[in-house]
């Protein structure tokens, strides 16, 4: 073949190549599954692939195992990934805007300890646990994360208790000053009183307001 | 009369023995299908996008570069040609077309051009643009993340990246039949072994590629991996690390480029075996998953080095002619 030939040759090759190479890009271009295969995850630790086949086949799991929990109670399907895990690294603060992280569920469920979870957020102090206040405010506007009050009623006493941190179940005082045992017990602990028959009850006034 | 020394070499005429760059373009060309067609089979449309723009643009920077520099248009030696091929070959399928124009755009111009074109080039282009692309933009590289999307049925996980983040255990379920079938994740062509294997020995028997250093790179990289292997078992054996990652694509249509190569036996020996060892080093205590490509460039650094061991030279310098 002589050089001129070549050259054409060339030519030919580069804009055929080159036809095929855009068309390919602009006509069928990559589309992503309806359901996610794997998925990425960047880590603080590194990146994660995670895949759902292996979950699936190997380990035996259907899908509501794992996303039961996170459903939105209108949809049937499980939500994504993404919607708690976010694919960009940053770790979605706990019962985020739509309410879906379940302090209760992780804990029970999936055996979780607070601090494994919130084991290194604080900057400046690595493995220092993140301030509950960080989240749990007075009043945060947000109906799907409670108070500093209610969190620890609900998420924290049971901890304390086994950990023999202060304050416990015993230690109103240790949070509730005078003022605030007095509204703490007519808000709260009157309620178990009635139910297990023992201490002041509703009907017993005097008992602490003596004359 | 002039005292300066001549070199003798032969006496004329010459008679042309009719090989052309061309023909050694068309033959690798034609041996890499064997490789990317497999690959295209089993990515689909996507991979044959990125093969095609990838050959394209490399041929249309070789035009450009031949216009800027007024030098006689060189697209017809299939040069560019082949480094766009193999520049696809070690990209995932879902390759961004950004990344492929800007990829042979540092092969032809920077890798090729800046040194004067082809037979010039210090480095393998295809390893500097591929180099500086997993230094600029490592995820979009990251063939885990890369191919994501894609259901297959096998274990798609990069097997290089098992093996440097669990150790042998975690690639002791790999065959090496289906890794030598293609039945891995990687590059559109750096995954299919058998194909690798079969267009290496073409090449080699045609006296495209020169045998001594690709064997040698395959016997640097397998030794290496024994070593490895049978001091600490946690390293995986020479199997896994010769039928994966770069390391076949690397054996036969990188390490071999001409220019960047030496051209002496016990040269080529050392730069081919100095490249197997330095990939499993990078792999098995480095930095990066896969070290073929710093372990090429930095045998491409030895290579003006190493080639000074030559036998004598052939002819006679005489002082007066």
Redesign the interface.
Known sequence: ?T?K???????A?????????????TV???K??DL?????FHALG??V?F?H??HSDAYNLECDDCHHSHKDGQSEKPDACGACHQKDGEYRRALGEKGFFDHKVHSEDYGLECAQCHHDYVEGKPGGLEPCGDCHLRDSGDESILSYMDAFHQQCIGCHEEMGLSPGKSECAGCHTPRKKIEAFHNQCMGCHEDLGAGPGEADCKTCHGY | MSATPKLTVSYAPFWHNGSRISKKSCNIFMASLLAVVPGVYQYGVPALGVVALSVGSAMMWEIIMNILTRRPISIGDGNAAVIGMIFAMLLPATAPWWIVVIGTCIAIVIGKHIYGGIGGNPFNPVMLAIAILMLSWGKILDFNAALASYAFNFNAVYPLTLMKSFGASAVGGISLKDLLMGRQIGGIGATCGIGLIAGGIYLMLRGYIRWEIALSFLAGVGVTALCFNKVNPVYAGPGIHLLTGYTLVGAFYLITEDSSSPVNFIPMMIYGAGAGILTVLIRNIGAHVDGVVFAILIANLINPLVDKIRPKTIGEVITHA
């Open positions: 073949m050089s030939n070549e050259k054409l040759l060339g030519f090759v580069a804009v055929v190549c080159l036809a095929v190479g855009i068309l390919s890009y069928v271009p990559a992503a599954p996610p295969v794997r998925v990425m590194g990146n692939l895949d086949q292996t």
